[in-house]
């Protein structure tokens, strides 16, 4: 693509925008790359002549944003998109763009590869012998990796504490809704303390008196992933309540009806699900009586 004066664009840009143009439906693609292509090289054009004022670069990759949210826009309209939003496949989408972002940014999980290693040497260094003798091990492995292991089944630990008390009862449903519970529970498990370990290798390079290493990198960084772990685990169950148990997305209209300080009508909140599919109550008090699903007919779906 160039344009009639001989202002070649930017590969960058050229790419960007052959990457909107395949993201937008196929019906209008063809409209939507000679519209974008023709606005690239116009702005090629002034940033040539000098009539653009600012850093040129910026202007460029701006005009190619316009273009990728032009057509998502076209390809997914805002209420297609909320709806996704509430779906099961959002969730698994974001725990994925999450691990993926964090294998980046910490070069393929640096931090993490280096405490297995640890403990593998740390395992494996004890069983070799010289002569009568055991060959020791080396200290700091040892406090690398119980340094580790021990705040990661604290967290297990507290997780469950807090799930256990929490009132958070899920009733029976079907393997699909227990199927993307166990998915749930699992990327926890796995993306937090990634991020733990990620994170405090980070500051801990980041840094450098040995003191505020210690207290920050270590004890406060530790103390953050024991919360943040035990928050997480309450928000799985937590949502995984809030879940239609047919189609699994979040459910809406929520209503919240009786009095905290009444016994007989305690607080209860009730969702639908936009589908149809039936009614939930949830029980907010610890007086109430617990969850309750109610289906619907297939009459409720025109709705």
């Known amino acids: ?43 090629c054009t002034l940033v040539d002549r000098g009539e653009v004022a600012g850093r040129d670069r910026a202007e460029l990759m701006l005009l190619c944003r316009d273009a990728l949210s032009n057509a998502f826009w076209l390809r997914f309209n805002r209420a297609g998109f909320h709806r996704w939003t509430l779906g099961p496949q959002f969730g698994m989408a974001l725990a994925a763009a999450g ?43 040892g406090d690398l990796v119980v340094g580790h292991v021990v705040p990661i089944v604290m967290a297990l630990a507290i997780g469950a504490s807090l799930v256990a008390i929490g009132r958070l009862s899920l009733g029976r449903y079907g393997w699909r809704y227990w199927l993307y519970l166990a998915v749930k529970i699992g990327a926890v498990i796995v993306l937090v303390p990634l991020v733990w370990i990620e994170g405090s290798r980070w500051l801990w390079n980041l840094i450098t008196p040995e003191l505020l290493r210690a207290w920050v990198a270590g004890l406060g960084a530790t103390l953050a992933f024991l919360g943040g772990f035990g928050l997480a685990a309450v928000w799985v169950f937590d949502d995984q309540r809030r879940r239609c148990p047919v189609c699994l997305r979040r459910l809406a209209r929520p209503v919240t009806m009786g009095s905290w300080a009444s016994m007989f009508e305690p607080v209860t909140t009730e969702f639908l699900c936009d589908e149809g599919h039936g009614a939930l109550s949830l029980a907010e008090s610890e007086i109430g009586e617990g969850d309750r699903w109610v289906s619907l007919d297939a009459s409720w779906r025109e709705l």
């Open 1 to 43: 693509m160039s344009h009639a004066d001989g202002v070649a664009p930017p590969t960058l840009c050229r790419w960007l925008l052959r990457m909107a143009s395949r993201l937008a439906p196929p019906a209008v693609r063809h409209e939507f790359r000679q519209l974008w292509n023709s606005r690239l090289c116009s702005l």
């Open 99 to 141: 691990a993926l972002l964090l294998a980046l940014l910490s070069h393929g999980f640096q931090g993490t590869r280096s405490i297995v290693s640890a403990a593998i040497y740390w395992n494996l260094e004890p069983m070799e012998f010289i002569g009568h003798r055991h060959l020791r091990y080396d200290p700091p492995l």
